[in-house]
């Protein structure tokens, strides 16, 4: 489950709906949210980019989808809305995705909320600032020209050890699953 965690998962969400490109057309419910048809709009336009053009160009275009105020990092109000807007994207258009990606999206999704995004953002703000600059939300990632979906394929391009540590502090009091319940007795 954590080989999935690239960069957080808002992040990782939006990166996995512009790896996969835009699904094809087909009937969908109204009202879509202005932010849904934001990020459907930014799916389209990244298609070729991020399927076949250098990862940085890709993460360029997700970055500046994410950082609403334009300030260059993300602080926690913007990882919010992310995590509120690729949801809201999944709930309108999510059927139409490969069935991988749909289980990477909800993965991330679940696990955003699980862990929470403020312990998330925490966890990658090396100076403390509150916000995430480029460095810092992509630190666990060795960044190179290969398109974004090669580069999420290959172990190598992740430090797993600093992810584990990152995790690891992320998670201090996560329960074991509980033992298995005794068999009956007489069977
Ligand atoms: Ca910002
Ligand atoms: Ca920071």
Redesign the pocket.
């Known amino acids: 489950m954590t080989r999935r965690w690239r960069f957080g998962p808002p992040l990782t969400a939006l990166l996995l709906l512009l790896a996969a490109g835009a699904p094809p057309a087909r009937s969908e419910p109204a009202a879509p949210s202005d932010a849904a048809v934001a990020l459907d709009g930014l799916i389209g336009r990244a298609t070729a980019t991020c399927r076949d053009g250098p990862a940085p160009a890709c993460i360029d275009l997700a970055w500046t989808f994410a950082d609403g105020n334009g300030d260059g ?1 993300l602080d926690l109000a913007e990882v919010r809305a992310l995590r509120a807007t690729v949801a809201a994207w999944a709930a309108w258009k999510g059927a139409a995705l490969p069935e991988q990606t749909r289980a990477g999206l909800a993965l991330a999704l679940w696990a955003a909320d699980s862990v929470g995004l403020d312990k998330l953002v925490a966890a ?10 480029r460095a ?1 939300a992509l630190a666990d990632l060795r960044l190179d020209d290969r398109p974004l979906r090669a580069l999420l394929a290959d172990p190598a391009a992740l430090d797993r050890a600093a992810l584990q540590r990152r995790l690891n502090a992320l998670l201090p009091r996560a329960t074991p699953l509980p033992a298995p319940a005794p068999a009956p007795a007489g069977r």
């Open positions: 990092a990658y703000d090396a100076d403390g600032d509150g916000r995430l600059d810092e």
